[in-house]
């Protein structure tokens, strides 16, 4: 795993200051400490073969499974225009993210907007993490919308990083916001073991765009170990594919509520994933949906619609 260089000036100077003034010395103190090791080289692979067998033995074979050396082929960063809006690519004609133009905080696809369905049961997250940085819509958007949380975004192509900043307006990383250069993998095995994210935002896709490029029961179970109790994922799946029925059957595995909305554009679908007990008191959802499409605009009462839906 490698950091932005960016990313490590905040970290060693505001972090500290934001660490002291906010609320929630237990949380931040945590936070700061999954940080730190965000930051120092793991052990190696044969450390990992020398331990020996217990009951985390499954956790440090997620750790050495994550640690193996990847041999990495990064597909072409490519843009296009159009009315206005530009969009994203890798190499090929599937739109990996967009911006419209003069909005640049606005989420302009309709999946991405339903991402942020987790809003819907958490008005306070302290840490927002999103797994693909795409255009940085997801990433934007938190940073403005919540400004006591702490957002990090996980990027392995450095490419997209660069292009993300010097043409979708993705601000500097600063004491808030974090940009890691890591492998998603990688980086949510890490989480796993500390559990300190509210809501997670997984939208993993390579250049053919048919289905999350991690998809494995391993790979959600440490999703799941990664959120703060009451956590919430979002991650963006393909409808009309093979990979469609294997993630929901990975995610039913690890989560405890897993409720899918209903298809948009050419076969996006994006399924929400609860850790723990989860009250689906519509009257509240609604309420709560004409909250947040006061204050953001986003189509909130439509995803309320979608898990009712979903839930008959």
């Known amino acids: 795993m490698s950091i932005c260089a960016k990313c490590v000036a905040p970290l060693t100077g ?6 002291s003034a906010s609320a929630g010395r237990t949380f931040l103190v945590r936070l700061a400490r999954f940080i730190h090791i965000m930051l120092i080289r793991r052990k190696s692979i044969e450390a990992q073969a020398n331990t020996k067998a217990g009951p985390n033995r499954r956790r440090q ?3 050495a499974d994550a640690s193996k050396p990847r041999k990495i082929k990064y597909a072409p960063v490519t843009l296009s225009e159009l009315e206005g809006v530009r969009y994203l690519h890798f190499g090929t004609e599937w739109v990996q993210g967009a911006m419209r133009i003069r909005k640049p905080d606005w989420i302009e696809l309709e999946y991405a907007q339903q991402m942020m ?5 958490n008005r306070d997250p302290r840490h927002i993490v999103q797994l693909g940085l795409g255009t940085g819509a997801l990433t934007k958007f938190s940073y403005r919308q919540f400004a006591q949380a702490q957002v990090t975004a996980v990027e392995l192509n450095p490419a997209v990083i660069t292009i993300c900043h010097s043409m979708f307006k993705l601000p500097e990383p600063d004491e808030r916001l974090m940009i890691l250069e890591s492998d998603a993998m990688d980086f949510i095995v890490h989480a796993a073991s500390h559990g300190i994210i509210d809501a997670l935002q997984v939208d993993l896709y390579d250049a053919t765009a ?3 490029v991690l998809d494995t029961p391993e790979f959600y179970q440490a999703c799941y170990d990664s959120l703060a109790d ?14 469609y029925a294997k993630n929901l059957r990975a995610m039913e595995y690890a989560f405890d509520t897993v409720v899918s909305l209903p298809e948009v554009h050419d076969g996006n679908v994006v399924a ?3 850790k723990g007990e989860v009250r689906f008191d519509f009257p509240e959802l ?7 499409e006061t204050q953001t605009k986003l189509p909130a009462k439509s995803w309320v619609n979608g898990i009712k839906s979903a839930l008959q």
Do not use: K
């Open 61 to 63: 074979q997620l750790e």
């Open 14 to 19: 505001g972090w500290a200051r934001y660490h």
């Open 230 to 243: 009451g956590g919430v994922m979002t991650v963006n799946l393909f409808g009309d594919h093979p990979s």
């Open 117 to 121: 369905a987790w809003m819907l049961f």
């Open 286 to 292: 609604y309420a709560r949906a004409a909250l947040i």
């Open 272 to 274: 929400l994933a609860f």
């Open 210 to 212: 048919r289905g999350p």
